[in-house]
């Protein structure tokens, strides 16, 4: 048994005698370790080998139609649908994600995808990149997680959107922004149609969103008239599906993760309160429709389709078979009171309208939860008060 050279932590060289070698078979297993260790890592982070656990096929673009498209907050939830669709379509992608509330395991499917690139940017720092469009999705859309850090809620809406609007400007590409039904605030027209102002308070709990939004919008309206900047807007009515974040807060995750574990479903006011629920495939569409087509007025996206919370926590509960209790909360500041989609202007403008049914959408979105709650032993849904997302990348 030959003796074998060793390094030690601290980088000196080491000889071992045959007493204390490890014998040839330990080598061997150390080096093939080493190897297989090796081929990973370089599988992790270089261009598809033979080696490369999952590549999945897209279509092949020529390149005069394929695109460089840029997803600002592309690992969340409504920003990895969208992506996923980008890139079935055969663009090159790239994902820029803070990972504050976005999650890798979201588009950990593209990662060895040629046209996909994954940077973890926050938004509030300018970036240099050569992209022909621009979703700008970037921004914690639900209460508890904006209102956790309202300050940083209100940079990532302005800095963001002036950084991006900037990058647009430079590159000449064409840049949609995520905006919201929260725009219109607790609503005294109803259904809403963009023509209605809103009716917001400026110095509530819910501005930091809300006013966020109000003035990035204004930003980019200012950017087209000024710089001649290519811009679209829509404004994003309440939105489920799979890859919400279990945490998440929101209405739908809450009502599913306590209807599939028995507990009790939290209503925060008397339940009369109305939303309308859009399934995220009906977004994507639009969004995907709206960046392409000629109009660039505000659009809002989501489906007309309205319930009271009551109503929906009963719906939730039955559809997942549930014994659950309902029970009543306070109720949380300036909720809005109703809310639904009039989408008039998106079915004449751009062709759009919903496809999906809540109740087609909810049961994939049960499916996908029990998933979540299998493999997390239990989760506690988060409350109606501000707070750090958990982790769970
Ligand atoms: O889901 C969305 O797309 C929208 O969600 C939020 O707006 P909000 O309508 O307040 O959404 P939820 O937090 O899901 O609340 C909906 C209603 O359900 C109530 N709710 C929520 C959670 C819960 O456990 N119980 C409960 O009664 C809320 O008080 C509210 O009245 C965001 O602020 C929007 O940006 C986003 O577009």
Not at 356 to 378: C, H, P
Request: hydrophobic share 35%.
């Amino acid at each position: 048994m030959s003796d074998l050279d060793g390094q030690s932590s601290n980088g000196h060289k080491q000889r071992w005698n045959s007493a204390s070698a490890p014998d040839d078979h330990e080598a061997k297993r150390i080096r093939l370790e080493r190897f297989v260790a090796d081929q990973q890592l370089l599988a992790s982070q270089s261009i598809p080998t033979p080696h490369t656990p999952h590549v999945i096929n897209t279509v092949r673009l020529p390149d005069a139609s394929r695109k460089k498209i840029l997803v600002t907050g592309g690992a969340g939830f409504v920003g990895s649908h969208l992506v996923d669709r980008l890139m079935a379509d055969g663009h090159e992608v790239v994902v820029l994600d803070n990972f504050f509330t976005g999650r890798k395991a979201n588009v950990e499917h593209w990662l060895h995808h040629p046209n996909f690139s994954l940077v973890r940017h926050d938004v509030t720092l300018p970036i240099l990149l050569e992209v022909d469009q621009i979703y700008h999705l970037a921004c914690p859309a639900s209460p508890p997680h904006y209102q956790y850090n309202p300050v940083k809620t209100i940079k990532t809406s302005t800095m963001g959107t002036i950084n991006m609007l900037g990058l647009a400007k430079r590159v000449k590409a064409r840049i949609l922004l995520a905006s919201t039904s929260e725009i219109y605030g607790d609503p005294t027209v109803h259904p809403q149609p963009e023509s209605y102002w809103g009716n917001v308070n400026t110095i509530g709990v819910r501005a930091c969103y809300d006013e966020g939004k109000r003035v990035a919008e204004t930003m980019m309206y200012a950017y087209k008239s000024q710089n001649n900047v290519e811009i679209r807007v829509a404004r994003i009515f309440n939105t489920f599906g799979p890859r919400m974040h279990p945490n998440d807060g929101r209405v739908v995750s809450n009502f599913i993760i306590q209807s599939l574990q028995n507990k009790d479903i939290t209503i925060y006011g008397d339940g009369t309160y109305t939303r309308s629920f859009q399934y995220v495939d009906d977004l994507v569409n639009g969004l995907i429709k709206l960046m392409n087509g000629n109009y660039d007025m505000p659009v809002n996206i989501g489906n007309p389709d309205e319930y009271t919370i009551n109503d929906f926590a009963t719906k939730i509960r039955d559809m997942c078979g549930s014994k659950s209790e309902i029970v009543y909360l306070p109720k949380v500041a300036d909720d809005p009171t109703q809310r639904k989609a009039d989408i008039t202007t998106a079915k004449r403008e751009i062709d759009w309208e919903p496809t999906v049914t809540v109740d087609e959408g909810l049961k994939k979105t049960i499916e996908y939860f029990k998933g979540e709650v299998e493999a997390a032993g239990e989760i506690i849904p988060t409350g109606p008060d501000a707070v750090k997302p958990k982790g769970g990348k």
